[in-house]
């Protein structure tokens, strides 16, 4: 890599270099419409294809594996893809997300759904490097500046015609494209290797937190037996309005799950355990290490008694949130009653075998939290990497 030399044209907040091209998107190729596939049209095996909101939630930049499939009659009413094509989301649900878009670099026969808008691109053009452009921060402002609605907001192929994208000669947009492509390839590992460890975590889980497992040197029967027995079943409380609309903000404290907003009437430096109480997190378990405002939609467990441990007991409730969830009641936003929550039971080993099975436990949490922040801070370095090389601030020596 090298400095961009000082010959630079101007483009929006930034400069870049001369000899780019700064062009309406429109003249980058032929922009078509997807067609048909409805949800319940799609099948297990078959044709492949793709619905706008895969392109959201499946995809990212470049289309590597389709998840969804269609018959052969499906196909004949639906829009055939080409490899070069680059599909857009036509809906979303915020402006910030609409127009995302994807490469297709296969050679498969392969369809797209209604609401994909397809831009067949020119030969000169490298479909992975417009693919990430169009994921800069000045190109995404524009596409956002398109987007139309308020509940679900929509973009068209005449809007897009008119984003202007800044790219360099084909042989560094393909250049750009490797380099981009080899730092998809290591979040990508990272990713994997998280998924890898939290199927380990749940296998571990089943067998160890309901005895189906014993750990070396343990034996007994566990006992079973209501929350409330061992431990102190508390409900947080919404802040104050005044107080609130003194301060203008909530206390600045970490909240846990806070649905309803923050309360004084406890705080502690304890690590505790919060269940939530309603909301759309009903049934949620989490782990609280500082020290923290409950709020009006939580429980806290506190005061432990000495037969439990609050590690092993945490990881056990997070075992069980699908049984907590079941204990909602009422229409709209549920919520879980406190008795209920009081007279959930858990089945306990003794003492020292929950201190073991929590730190096993724990050391594969360890694992995958340094594997997500590591993926994250790939993120942000190939983040900065598009934002050097699509802007032209960092050159690559395609000779190399």
Known sequence: MRAATKNTQAFYNTEIPEGWSVSLLGELGTFSKGKGILKEQVISEGLPCIRYGEIYTTHDFIIKKFKSFISDD??????????????????????????????????????????????????????????????????????????????????????????????????????????????????????????QKELRKKWLMQQLLTGKKRLKGFGGVWDENELKKFCKISKGEQLNKIELDKTGKYPSYSGGITPSGYTDNWNTNQNTIIISEGGNSCGYVNFITTKFWCGGHCYALLDLTHSVNRDFLFQILKFNETQLMKLRVGSGLPNIQKGDVENFSVKLPSIEEQIAIAQILQSVDTEISLLKAKAEKLREQKKGLMQQLLTGKVRLNVNE
Request: glycine share 8%; with cysteine; aromatic share 4%.
């Open 74 to 195: 499906v196909a004949n009413e639906s829009k055939e893809i080409q490899n070069g094509d680059i599909l857009f989301a036509g809906s979303g649900e915020t402006v910030e997300e609409i127009g995302k878009a994807v490469a297709y670099i296969g050679n498969d026969k392969a369809y797209a759904g209604g609401d994909v808008i397809i831009l067949s691109t020119k030969k000169n053009i490298n479909p992975e490097c417009l693919s990430y452009a169009l994921e800069t921060d000045f190109v995404k402002k524009q596409k956002r500046v398109l987007g139309q609605g308020n509940s679900v907001v929509h973009i068209y192929s005449s809007d897009l015609s008119k984003v202007k994208i800044p790219l360099p000669p084909l042989s560094e947009q393909k250049a750009i494209a490797q380099v981009l492509s080899t730092a998809d390839a290591a979040i990508h590992t990272t990713e994997k290797l998280i998924a």
